[in-house]
C-alpha cells in the first residue's frame, strides 16, 4: 500500500475502508488503492488566506482514540450534505456565475448526482448540476492558471501563476487541501500540471520564458521536487502534461511545435525532442493540441490541426524502475496518420478507445488501430475544449483491469461511460452515450464582462459580456431566467431604473439600449450619439433623464417623453465637458425641490453639475464647474448618506483618501484616510439599509482593483472600520449591491465572472469592536504606538507650539491648555515630517475651524491633541513620501544625462519652483535653501542675507551642484534617507 510509516498507527485497521473509497476503477484495482496523503500536516499545508477572501478550509481534525481523520473519513457528496453555517467573515463567497473556459471542465460524478469541476478565476467551483449547488475551493491569490483530477475523482490540483505562486491538493470529497506546494515555480507560477495514475506523483511545468519541468511526490511533506530540468526556449510553450497511465516515471508535454518525452527517476529526470517536420513524411503537420500515449505502452500519439495524428514509438521499450536510465528516452515519429480535414483540439485515452474532439464540436471513438467505432456530433457545439468520462461504477460488469473488447459486440456495437463536454465558446454539455443527447448544462459569456446591475426590488441580477450575451439571473434562487444575444457590439455597462421597469444597456459601439427589465426586449429605438464606447449609464430618480458617460470623455442625456400611452426616451443633448476619462456619472435630487441634479466627476479633477432645467435640444448646459483635488486623481463619487445636518459627497483618490464635499457649495469639508489594500477605490456604492432600530447605521461597498471590500459609516479614518478580500485578481470591473443590501456582486472583466457575496454587517462591526475605540485605533498608526517615542516627540512639539503662541520671552503667567491655535497646526506637521502645500493647509485649517458651524453657527479656532492626532494620520500621505515619486518627476521634467540618469539643470530647477505649481518668490526659496542645506553663521557670526536674491543664487551655487538627479535632490538637498542599492550607484556614478 505504501502507507506512510508517519501515520497512527490506528490506520491499519482502516486500511480495507479507505481502499474500498478510493478505487474506483479498473486500472486502480490491478494497480492496488491510491496512497493516502499524511494526514497529520504542518500546520502551513492547509490554507486559509484571509487576503483571498477564502472560507476556513482547515477544519479540525480528530485524533486520537483510533479516530481517522476528516479526509478518509469523506465520502462522495459529502460536500452537500453538510448543513451551511454562518460565515465569521464580513463578505464570504456564495456562488460564481460563469467560468473559465481556456481550461477544461471534468465530471466528477455522474448518474443520479451530475457534480462537475471547473475554475471561475483564483476559485476552483464543485458544482452539483441537478441540486443546484456550489461548493467553492478557495486559496490561491492568483488567478488559476491549470488544473487536474486523479484517476478516481478523489483529489483535485490547482495551481496558478503570478506572485507567490501556489500548487494546492485538494480532497474532492470534504473539500479539504491536503497538500500546499509553497514556491513550486516562484517566478511565474505554473502552465501545466498533471497526477499519475496511481496518484503519487505530480509533475508541473512553469509559465516562465525559460520553462522548468518539476516532479513532485505531493504525498510526502517535501519542500523540494523530486527531480527537475530546465527546458530550452526554442521547444516552445510546453502547455499541456499528461502521464503514461502504464508508467508514473514516464510522461510526455507538448507545445503547438514540439512534443518532449521524459523519463525520471531517483536520479534525476531526462527528455528526449524527436524532431518532426511537414519533411518528414511529405505532409503537413499542422500544430500540436494535445499528446496521449497509446495503451499499448509502445506507442504514444500527437493531435494536430491539420486533423491528423502522429504516432511516436520507443526506440527502446522503458520499463518502470527507480534506477536512473542508461540513456536518454529516445522516441521517434513513425507514422503520420490522417483522421479528418477539421483541426483535432482533443486527444484522450479511455478505456480501450483513442477520442479525438475537433473545432466543429465533435467527439470520435477509435480503436487501437485507429479505425472508428462511433461519433457525437451536434450541429450547435463549438470548438472542443476539453472531455471528461463519468466516474466507472465500483463493479462494471465485464470490466477487467486490462482492455478488453467486451464494450463492443454485435447487439450493442458500441457502449461507454457519459461523458462531460466543455467547448472554446464556454458552454458545457453532457453526453449521454445510451440515447446520444447533447444536454447543456451551462452556457455562459465567452468574453470579458463588464457590466452588472441589481434590479431596485426584486433578487434579480443581469449580467453584460463584451460577447453580446446579456443574461438576467434569480440570485437568491441562483437560477437563468432570460437572455438575448446582442450580435453587433459588446456591453460595457448596465442600469436599472429606479422603478425597475426598464434596463438601459451601453455598448463599445456608443449605442444605448433602453429594455423591458423582464423580457429584454428593447422598449425603443436604439440611440447612437456617442462617438467611443459607453463606460457609465444612469437613471434619474424619477426616470426622466438618462445619462451615459463614454470614453471620448462627453457626457449624453435623454429625455423621457410618452409615445403612444408608453413611456420612452429621446435625445436631448451632449457635451465633451471632460478632457480626461471619466470615472463617475451621478443622479441626485435638489434640496429644495424634487428636481433631479446630474453631476459628472473625471480625471482631470473637475467636478462638473449640469442644468437640466436650463438644458435644451442639443445643449446641455452647465451649473457648476469644481476643481475637486489638487494632486491626487478622483477615482469614484457618491451621496453620503444623511448622518448630519449637512449634506455631502464623498469621493475617493487614487491616494487612498475619501472626501466629504458640502453638496451645495463644493467645498471640501473633511479628508479622510481610505483602505488601504494594495490599490486605491475604483467603485463604491452606499449599501440600502433596512435596519430600522437604528437609521444611522450605514455602510459602503467598494471594489479596488483586485478585491471587495465594506467600510462602516462614517468615515473617519479608523482602519478597523473597513475590511477586503480578494475577489478577481485580473482586475475587478464593476460592482453591485442587492436591494436589501444581503449582497454584494463584482463582476472580473477578463475572468469571465460574476462573484456573489454574502454580507455579514455584524461581523463588520465585530472587528471593529475589536479595534479598540476613541482614539486607540489611530495611536497604533503612529510609528511606536502610544507608547513610542514618535508620540512623545508630538507632544514636545504640541507643547511647544503652545509656549510659541504665547511667546517664548514672556515673563507672564502662561496658561495651560490641551489646545493650540489653528495657526500652529502647519509647524507641528512639519516638524513630524509631513510637509504639506498651501492648499492642503488651507484644506486642514478650514476643515477644523467649520466642524462645528452648521450644527452651533461658530467657528472653532483651536484644536487639542487628541483631534490633531485624527487630522495628521487622516491628511498624510497614507504611505509616507517615496524615491519612486521623486523619481517620476524627474522623469518627466529631467533630461537623459551622460549617464543616461534622468537630470535637471540647477537654473531650470530653481526657476521651475518659482513659477510652477505653488509659486515660491525668491525670498522664500533662499530660506528654505539656507534651512534644506543646513547653514550656519559665519565666524564672523553674521547670518548669510537670504533676502537677496542675489544671496540666494550664490547660496545656490556653492551648495546645489549643477546638474541634479533624483538621488541628488533626496538625498543632498532635502537630507532624506536612500536605499542602499540608491547609494552604491551614487557611488558608482562618482
Not at 443546484?132 to 490547482?158: K, P
Not at 458500441?414 to 458552454?427: G, H, M, P
Not at 409615445?563 to 429621446?570: A, K, M, P, Y
Not at 503667567?813 to 492642503?840: C, D, N
Request: proline content about 5%; some cysteine.
Amino acid at each position: 500500500m505504501g502507507i506512510p510509516g508517519t501515520l497512527p498507527s490506528t490506520w491499519a485497521g482502516r486500511q480495507d475502508t479507505a481502499t474500498s473509497r478510493t478505487a474506483g476503477t479498473s486500472c486502480l484495482e490491478a494497480t492496488g488503492a491510491t496512497e493516502p496523503p499524511p494526514v497529520l500536516l504542518e500546520p502551513k499545508e492547509v490554507i486559509s488566506s484571509p487576503h483571498s477572501g477564502c472560507r476556513e478550509q482547515d477544519r479540525q481534525q480528530r485524533s486520537g482514540d483510533g479516530s481517522a481523520s476528516l479526509v478518509w473519513a469523506a465520502t462522495p457528496g459529502m460536500l452537500f450534505q453538510e448543513d451551511k453555517q454562518t460565515s465569521l467573515h464580513p463578505l464570504s463567497l456564495s456562488w460564481v456565475f460563469g467560468y473559465n473556459s481556456s481550461l477544461a471542465v471534468h465530471s466528477l460524478m455522474d448518474g443520479e448526482d451530475q457534480v462537475i469541476l471547473y475554475v471561475s478565476s483564483h476559485t476552483a467551483v464543485i458544482h452539483d448540476v441537478l441540486g443546484n449547488r456550489q461548493y467553492h475551493l478557495q486559496g490561491h491569490a492568483n488567478v488559476i492558471s491549470c488544473l487536474c483530477v486523479s484517476e478516481d475523482r478523489r483529489w483535485v490540483a490547482t495551481a496558478d501563476r503570478g506572485p507567490d505562486a501556489l500548487v494546492i491538493i485538494w480532497d474532492s470529497y470534504s473539500g479539504i487541501p491536503v497538500r500546499t506546494i509553497f514556491g513550486s515555480h516562484p517566478e511565474d507560477g505554473v502552465s501545466a500540471i498533471a497526477i499519475s495514475q496511481d496518484a503519487k506523483y505530480l509533475a508541473t511545468i512553469s509559465a516562465g520564458k525559460v520553462q522548468r519541468v518539476c516532479v513532485w511526490k505531493w504525498t510526502s511533506t517535501a519542500e523540494e521536487p523530486l527531480c527537475s530540468t530546465e527546458l530550452r526556449p526554442e521547444f516552445g510553450y510546453q502547455d499541456y502534461v499528461i502521464f503514461n497511465s502504464q508508467n508514473p516515471y514516464e510522461f510526455v508535454s507538448n507545445s503547438k511545435t514540439q512534443v518532449i518525452f521524459y523519463l525520471w527517476s531517483d536520479a534525476g529526470l531526462q527528455y528526449g525532442t524527436p524532431l518532426l517536420s511537414s519533411r518528414t513524411f511529405n505532409s503537413v503537420v499542422g500544430h500540436f493540441s494535445q499528446s496521449v500515449f497509446h495503451f499499448n505502452n509502445s506507442q504514444a500519439l500527437t493531435g494536430t490541426s491539420a486533423g491528423k495524428l502522429v504516432v511516436w514509438e520507443a526506440a527502446s521499450p522503458c520499463i518502470p524502475s527507480k534506477e536512473p536510465p542508461a540513456k536518454p528516452h529516445s522516441m521517434k515519429a513513425t507514422k503520420l496518420v490522417p483522421l479528418q480535414k477539421d483541426s483535432l483540439t482533443v486527444l484522450k485515452v479511455f478505456e480501450c478507445c483513442i477520442v479525438t474532439g475537433d473545432v466543429n464540436g465533435q467527439v470520435k471513438f477509435y480503436d487501437g488501430q485507429l479505425q472508428v467505432l462511433i461519433c457525437y456530433s451536434h450541429s450547435k457545439v463549438g470548438p472542443i475544449r476539453s472531455i471528461s468520462f463519468a466516474k466507472a461504477p465500483p463493479d462494471l460488469p465485464g470490466a477487467s483491469p486490462a482492455c478488453s473488447t467486451s464494450f463492443i459486440s454485435s447487439s450493442q456495437p458500441f457502449a461507454t461511460r457519459n461523458f462531460i463536454l466543455s467547448t472554446s465558446d464556454a458552454t458545457v454539455l453532457r453526453v449521454a452515450t445510451d440515447r446520444t443527447d447533447f444536454e447543456k448544462v451551462m452556457e455562459e459569456a465567452k468574453k470579458a464582462v463588464n457590466a452588472i446591475a441589481c434590479h431596485p426590488r426584486q433578487g434579480l441580477v443581469a449580467v453584460g459580456s463584451h460577447c453580446g450575451l446579456l443574461k438576467v439571473w434569480d440570485y437568491q434562487q441562483n437560477k437563468y431566467l432570460v437572455s438575448r444575444i446582442f450580435t453587433k457590439a459588446g456591453i460595457q455597462c448596465l442600469s436599472y431604473d429606479p422603478k425597475g421597469y426598464f434596463l438601459a444597456a451601453g455598448f463599445t459601439d456608443g449605442s444605448i439600449y433602453i429594455l423591458d427589465a423582464i423580457s429584454l426586449q428593447s422598449s425603443c429605438k436604439e440611440f447612437k450619439f456617442s462617438h467611443g464606447p459607453i463606460t457609465h449609464i444612469s437613471f434619474s430618480h424619477d426616470s426622466e433623464y438618462i445619462a451615459t458617460a463614454d470614453e471620448k470623455y462627453a457626457v449624453t442625456v435623454y429625455k423621457s417623453v410618452v409615445q403612444n400611452g408608453s413611456r420612452c426616451w429621446e435625445h436631448l443633448a451632449g457635451l465633451h465637458s471632460h478632457y480626461k476619462p471619466i470615472r463617475s456619472i451621478l443622479f441626485g435630487v435638489q434640496s429644495d425641490s424634487n428636481e433631479p441634479r446630474l453631476l459628472s466627476l473625471g480625471e482631470d479633477r473637475q467636478l462638473v453639475e449640469y442644468d437640466l432645467n436650463s438644458s435644451s435640444k442639443d445643449h446641455l448646459v452647465v451649473l457648476h464647474r469644481d476643481r475637486v483635488e489638487q494632486i491626487a486623481v478622483p477615482l469614484c463619487l457618491a451621496w453620503y448618506p444623511q448622518l448630519s445636518t449637512e449634506s455631502f459627497i464623498l469621493t475617493a483618490n487614487n491616494c487612498y483618501k475619501m472626501k466629504l464635499y458640502n453638496a451645495t457649495t463644493k467645498i471640501c469639508r473633511k479628508t479622510l484616510l481610505g483602505p488601504t489594500y494594495g490599490s486605491p477605490l475604483e467603485k463604491m456604492q452606499i449599501l440600502p439599509t433596512t435596519n430600522t432600530t437604528d437609521p444611522q447605521k450605514h455602510y459602503l461597498a467598494f471594489i479596488t482593483k483586485d478585491k471587495v471590500g465594506l467600510q462602516i459609516l462614517p468615515v473617519d479614518g479608523n482602519p478597523h472600520k473597513s475590511s477586503a478580500f480578494m475577489c478577481h485578481p485580473d482586475g475587478v470591473s464593476d460592482l453591485a449591491s442587492s436591494y436589501d443590501g444581503r449582497y454584494v456582486f463584482t463582476a472580473g472583466g477578463s475572468d469571465c465572472t460574476v462573484m456573489k457575496w454574502e454580507v455579514n454587517l455584524n461581523a463588520l462591526d465585530a472587528a471593529a469592536s475589536l479595534g479598540g475605540e476613541d482614539l486607540i485605533p489611530f495611536y497604533n498608526l503612529l510609528d511606536g504606538g502610544r507608547e513610542g517615542e514618535f508620540f512623545r516627540e508630538l507632544e514636545d512639539y504640541f507643547y511647544y507650539a503652545q509656549l510659541r503662541s504665547q511667546g517664548i520671552d514672556t515673563l507672564e503667567t502662561r496658561q495651560v491648555s490641551t489646545h493650540i491655535p489653528l495657526e500652529e497646526i502647519p509647524s507641528v506637521m512639519r516638524a513630524m515630517g509631513f510637509y504639506p502645500s498651501e492648499g492642503k493647509i488651507e484644506e486642514m485649517i478650514s476643515e477644523v475651524k467649520f466642524s462645528k458651524y452648521v450644527d452651533t453657527g461658530e467657528q472653532v479656532t483651536k484644536i487639542n491633541l487628541g483631534d490633531f492626532i485624527k487630522l495628521y494620520i487622516n491628511h498624510r500621505p497614507a504611505f509616507g513620501l517615496s524615491m519612486r515619486k521623486i523619481q517620476r518627476a524627474f522623469q518627466v521634467l529631467g533630461y537623459d544625462n551622460e549617464n543616461g540618469d534622468k537630470a535637471i539643470d540647477r537654473g531650470d530647477l530653481l526657476l521651475l519652483l518659482q513659477r510652477r505649481g505653488e509659486q515660491m518668490t525668491e525670498e522664500e526659496l533662499a530660506q528654505c535653501l539656507t534651512t534644506l542645506l543646513g547653514r550656519r553663521p559665519a565666524q564672523g557670526g553674521s547670518e548669510p542675507d537670504t533676502d537677496d536674491p542675489a544671496g540666494a543664487a550664490a547660496l545656490s551655487e556653492e551648495e546645489i551642484p549643477e546638474e541634479i538627479t533624483a538621488e541628488i535632490f533626496a538625498a543632498d538637498i532635502l537630507g532624506l534617507p536612500i536605499a542602499e542599492s540608491e547609494k552604491k550607484n551614487r557611488k558608482q556614478e562618482r
